[in-house]
């Protein structure tokens, strides 16, 4: 059956160290997203793609990094430059970006 | 730049009651609008939506009025019903989506 995943569910990262949170989807949608949330904000987005090989920086792209080799998976880093990382990171993808989007079940990334 | 608003972070009723959550929205070139829902440690799923050019969709037991002229949306649950109780957020779109902050709903037996 369709969907989106996320891996892994529980992530710990240790101070200066890089993480990759991986988002798959097989619902052949174009566009996919990165979002955070963090206590009592709505969601907000980090970066999100449009298309293979293209994607932009959302409104809290800073210390983050993206890539989209393939339509399927977009995967999300977050560097040691991004010195607040606690959170819950939700992808989601849509057919197009003007279209409704589906979320994944998210990755709860904590620092140890 | 709090561009989508949900100014009441939680609301509790009685089952079988109405539930109404409310949004309140300040851009006006949002052209469709969406509710999620979430429970805990999961992500969020897709409720219904509306599109600018209506005032009002209806789903079952979910409806959702658009108030263009006042830039306010509201979701109404009846009867609502235990399993209900989730965070709702109100979307709004024009080139891209902004999410609200969410109202916490708890529905009482």
């Known amino acids: 059956d369709g969907g989106i995943t996320q891996s892994p569910k529980y992530l710990f990262r240790k101070e200066g160290q890089n993480v990759t949170l991986s988002c798959e989807q097989n619902l052949n949608h174009d566009a996919m997203y990165w979002y955070r949330q963090d206590p009592g904000q709505g969601l907000r987005l980090i970066y999100y793609?449009?298309?293979?090989?293209?994607?932009q920086k959302g409104d809290i792209a800073e210390g983050y990094s993206v890539s989209r080799e393939k339509k399927e998976s977009f995967p999300l880093t977050v560097t040691s430059a991004q010195k607040n990382p606690t959170a819950f990171y939700l992808c989601a993808s849509s057919i197009s970006q003007q279209e409704t989007q589906y979320f994944g079940p998210g990755t709860r990334l904590l620092v140890l | 730049d709090q561009q989508v608003k949900q100014n009441s972070p939680s609301l509790s009723v009685q089952e079988g009651r109405i539930s109404i959550l409310n949004c309140d929205y300040t851009n006006s070139m949002f052209d469709y609008f969406l509710w999620y829902k979430k429970y805990p440690a999961e992500g969020p799923t897709f409720l219904i939506s509306?599109?600018?050019?209506?005032d009002k969709n209806e789903d079952g037991r979910f409806t959702v009025f658009l108030n263009k002229s006042a830039k306010h949306l509201s979701l109404h649950i009846v009867p609502s019903q235990p399993g209900d109780s989730a965070v709702y957020f109100c979307a709004a779109r024009s080139n891209d989506m902004r999410f609200g902050a969410g109202t916490r709903l708890t529905v009482k037996p």
């Open positions: 509306i599109s600018s050019i209506k």
């Open positions: 793609s449009q298309i293979v090989n293209d994607f």
